[in-house]
Every structure is written in C-alpha cells, then in structure tokens.
C-alpha cells in the first residue's frame, strides 16, 4: 500500500519570514523588520523549506533572493497576508465596539451562584468596556422583541428561530425540609406524593414542566403553597409546609433539606444560552455569549 503524503504543513509567522525575505533581500533586515534575531530568520526559513520540500531563497554576494519555487508561492503568501491583516482589522474593530449594556435572562437563583462563581469576574477581564444587565424572570422573555439580548434557559426551545448552544444539564429532584420528614415522614415512591402536602407553582406557570408533571403523578394531592417562581418552591420547601420539586443545583446546597425522591428523569432538561440571529452577531452580545459558551464547566457545576 502506499502511504498517502500529507500537505505541508506552516504557521504564519513562516510565511511572515518568506515575505520579509523577499522585501529586504536579507536575514538582517527581515530580522528587524520582523523584530526578531536573524537566527530566528534562518530557522524558521528552514523550517518552511523542508515542509516544502524545496529551497525557497538563495544566496548571492548581494543578499537574498528566490528561487524558481519561491517566486511560484510568493503570490499564495501575499494572499494569506491579505487575509490575516484583514482579519485582525475585523477583530480589532470587534474588540473596540464590544462596549454596552448586554441584558441576559435568567431564574433569579442562577444570578446569585453565577457571581459567586467568578465567571462574570473572568468575562469583565476580557471585556471591561460590556456590562452585564440580569433580566430575572421564571417567566419565558421574547428575545425577539427584544425583551432580552441573551437567555439562560432549560427546557424546550419553542421559537425555533432561536441560535442556541448547550452548556449544562438541567437535574431535578423532589425535596423536603428535615423539620417536615422529621413531623410527617418521607416519600418512598413517587406515587406516595398523592399522600403528601404539595408545593408548587401557581395558575401563571401550568406549562412549565414540573406543574404539568405534579398534575399527572399526584392530581388529588393538596397543594399548600404556590409559586410563581423557582426560588418561591425553594422557600416554601424550606419553611416545611410541604414536600415539592426543585433543581438539584439548589437543593443539594441547602443543609436544611433533604432529596427524597429522583433525580427525576421525567423534569431533566437541557440548559441553554439563547440570542435572536439578529442580536447573536452584535459584538457585546456575541462576547458574552461566545464566552458563556466557553465556560460549560463552570456553569455545569453551577446549574447541575
């Protein structure tokens, strides 16, 4: 069998040489146009023709000047050349307009652990010209209408015209207060709700996945608290009024509850950074939202 030959292989700053070469007619002068050693000049020169496999410039009492093969890739270098310089003007240009107000939506709680999480610290390293606006609501905010740049949000994506990029699993479980197990006893099943005062969100939230959930495993059970938020659950659960859903990332790091029930395969979702296609390429909203998407570790600790 013969063995498939791989393409040469280079980094720009070899072909920065090539050309600095070319301009100067020597290793001197490419060094201080370049302001490196001529060495560095030599070195990667070499480099550049054995991935070529032919010399690219020769000697002459003069200086420097290319070969046949040199004169051939000149045009392809000055190509490349172009593009890179237009690239970093491009870049330039981004980095210089990403300043401004980005307004992200998100549950209140995730707010709290994500500035205790030094990940907003990180991104205002990078970005001190962009400032960071949460936009709290359980509730779903039309990015379309602008209502907010970017949304942090688990579930089902039902504007499909939404850009969107995972970055956590969204867990959830069944929770009580150590008070109420220690008064009234735990759940052992998921059927044994039916038998247990409930916790859960109000008439304004019947979609969301855990209200139609609690409606299908345990219809007759008595609700004793309902909320229009996460953070609502989490306090009437704590108060030990009752039993009731909660994401693990909250109610595992409350000592004074309990998981008694899942994790709950039927509540797990996917957690998502959203933007409209429009706002995704505005350089404020695309700096946070492309360093959001770097920051999957961070946020998986956070939210899972």
């Not at 292989?9 to 007619?25: K, P, Q, T």
Request: glycine share 6%; charged share 25%; net charge neutral.
């Amino acid at each position: 069998m013969h063995k498939v030959q791989k393409a040469p292989s280079f980094d720009w700053d070899d072909l920065r040489v090539l050309l600095a070469v070319a301009r100067e007619g020597s290793t001197n002068s490419a060094g201080r146009a370049l302001k490196v050693d001529p060495s560095t000049i030599h070195r990667r020169m070499s480099g550049l023709e054995r991935a070529f496999g032919a010399r690219l410039v020769e000697r002459h009492p003069a200086g420097y000047r290319l070969t046949a093969v040199g004169r051939d890739v000149l045009p392809y270098a000055e190509q490349v050349e172009t593009a890179v310089q237009a690239f970093e003007l491009r870049l330039d240009d981004a980095q210089r307009h990403a300043h401004g107000v980005v307004r992200v939506t998100c549950p209140e709680p995730l707010v709290y652990l994500i500035r205790q999480s030094g990940l907003l610290e990180r991104f205002h390293a990078l970005h001190p010209g962009v400032t960071v606006q949460f936009v709290m609501s359980d509730q779903y905010l039309d990015l379309a209408k602008g209502e907010a740049d970017i949304a942090l949000r688990s579930g089902n994506v039902d504007d499909e015209a939404l850009v969107g990029r995972k970055i956590a699993d969204s867990v959830w479980a069944v929770y009580a207060s150590r008070d109420y197990i220690a008064r009234a006893g735990r759940p052992e099943r998921v059927e044994d709700l039916m038998q247990h005062p409930l916790v859960g969100f109000d008439e304004s939230m019947t979609q969301h996945r855990v209200a139609r959930w609690l409606q299908r495993v345990a219809p007759d059970a008595r609700v004793v608290a309902r909320n229009t938020s996460v953070l609502g659950l989490l306090y009437a659960v704590k108060s030990g009024v009752g039993v009731g859903p909660l994401p693990t990332a909250l109610g595992d790091r409350d000592d004074q509850l309990v998981r008694v029930l899942g994790p709950l395969a039927e509540l797990s979702r996917i957690w998502r950074a959203l933007a409209h296609p429009d706002a995704r390429h505005v350089p404020r909203v695309a700096a946070f939202f492309d360093f959001v998407c770097t920051e999957t570790e961070t946020l998986q600790a956070i939210l899972a």
